[in-house]
């Protein structure tokens, strides 16, 4: 949100289609931003359950979410995911949280190649996701927008980009 909050206020309404148990999607209201909420399984969020491939028009042009990464990996997914996401829903912008390595299934050159990222957020320290330490993976953000073009700028993101980030994540900035 601190690093893509200008560009996000260009929507109406941010779309979380894989808002689990709404942890982003409680960050991204609390930040201001209108949210639709929909996921495969009921998680208490409140979310609209319907299949992300079964939707043909997105609710929203804009998206914000932590994907299911073995829908958007290589191995099982193809990249599914992100393929439907850009091709068939046709969305304008999307930032997905996807593991530093996601890039380097040489099976995803395809798809990069077809829909390179506008920018890259490379996060510099790790999630922890299940509440019992430190993941073993290291994140970022892959944000797709097609009122960009160029090449993908790549930048980092350190804690102290968001005050709030120690906070979430435990420990110092």
Not at 19 to 33: N, S
């Amino acid at each position: 949100i601190s690093a893509e909050g200008r560009r996000l206020r260009n929507f109406p309404t941010i779309w979380e289609p894989a808002a689990g148990d709404g942890a982003m999607v409680h960050e991204l209201r609390a930040a201001g931003y209108d949210v639709y909420a929909s996921d495969l399984i009921d998680r208490g969020c409140g979310a609209v359950i319907r299949d992300f491939y079964d939707w043909s028009t997105p609710p929203s042009p804009a998206i914000v979410t932590n994907p299911p990464f073995c829908e958007c990996n290589f191995r099982d997914g193809n990249g599914r995911w992100i393929w439907h996401a850009l091709d068939n829903l046709g969305v304008e912008y999307m930032a997905l949280l996807l593991s530093w390595s996601w890039p380097g299934a040489g099976g995803l050159a395809p798809l990069w190649a077809a829909h390179p990222p506008a920018r890259v957020y490379l996060m510099r320290w790790k999630i922890d996701f299940t509440g019992q330490g430190s993941s073993p993976m290291l994140n970022g953000w892959f944000v797709w927008d097609q009122a960009t073009s160029g090449e993908t700028v790549l930048r980092m993101l350190d804690r102290r980009d968001d005050g709030r980030q120690a906070e979430l994540f435990g420990g110092a900035p």
